[in-house]
């Protein structure tokens, strides 16, 4: 058994594993980019979907648009794998309250890249579709279970505190601990404020995907759950929300570019 688990160790920490993990970065920064490219159309008055489904399908479209899909399919399997490697082996000399948090982060990380992974294989298949209606109707079905409502509220309260961490994260620069900061003062000041940027326009992004959720689980209203496209869609219905979303694609766009940079400095 021992034997096994120091196998499986060994594989995840392979050098031609860490490249392809790394290019799940950059895949994870490209996601962020259109993104927050589509949340600035959205803010003058074009169509799309603000999403990581909007994004891949905008990829998808591309005349290289199934080998790029494949190839961002294997880098985010990658990625998702060395994640799990970092939830299940590493942290060890840690102290126990930290090494809970960094599995839980790292566990956490390995499902979002998985799920990355499923998005860019289903629309390489030509299956992907709209993630605004699967959102409602993952949200009607949780609804109708028992106790669907209050798991949702925890989904949707989960989700908000992230948003919170991510956004305290930026404030704090504490990302930097990630990363293998650069040594010339100009290039380090630059990915700082990507980072700062960033992180902060993440967090705005998944708090009010999360306020979205509770709201739908309290009013019984799951039309009302359509996840990141429609979390920013109703931040452009507030006061002043066409600046507010715009100023929130630019983060996410600065979020990607950090994402892009972190492919090549992250601490792996």
């Known amino acids: 058994m021992q034997g096994a688990s120091d196998k499986a160790q060994e594989v995840t920490n392979s050098r031609t594993l860490e490249l392809m993990a790394r290019a799940g970065f950059a895949v994870s920064g490209l996601l962020h980019v259109l993104v927050g490219t589509i949340a ?16 891949v399908a905008e990829l998808a479209s591309q005349p290289a648009g199934p080998l790029l899909l494949w190839v961002s399919f294997a880098a985010c399997i990658a ?11 590493d942290f060890s000399n840690l102290p126990s309250k930290e090494k809970a948090s960094r ?29 605004r209606e699967s959102t409602s109707d993952m949200t009607v079905t949780l609804m109708k279970a028992p106790g669907g409502v209050l798991l949702l509220v925890l989904i949707g ?8 961490v991510y956004a305290v994260r930026g404030f704090r620069k504490s990302f930097e601990k990630r990363i293998h900061m650069p040594s010339s003062p ?8 990507l980072g700062m940027a960033g992180y902060v326009a993440k967090g705005v992004a998944l708090f009010v995907t999360g306020l979205l959720v509770v709201v739908a ?28 979303l715009a100023a929130v694609g630019l983060g996410l766009i600065c979020y990607g570019a950090y994402m892009v940079v972190r492919a090549r400095l992250a601490r792996m």
């Open 103 to 131: 599995k839980f982060q790292a566990g956490a990380q390995a499902v979002v890249y998985a799920a990355f992974a499923f998005t860019f294989a289903s629309f390489a298949r030509g299956s992907g579709k709209d993630n």
């Open 40 to 55: 600035i159309g959205l803010a003058i008055g074009k169509g799309g979907r603000a999403d990581v489904s909007g994004a």
């Open 186 to 193: 100009s290039t380090r000041k630059g990915v700082r404020g």
């Open 79 to 89: 990625l998702a794998l060395w994640q799990a490697s970092d939830a299940i082996f």
């Open 217 to 244: 689980a309290v009013t019984a209203h799951p039309q009302e759950s359509t996840g990141l496209d429609g979390a920013l869609r109703g931040l452009r219905e507030q006061p002043f929300g066409v600046y507010l």
């Open 157 to 164: 309260a989960a989700v908000a505190i992230t948003g919170i």
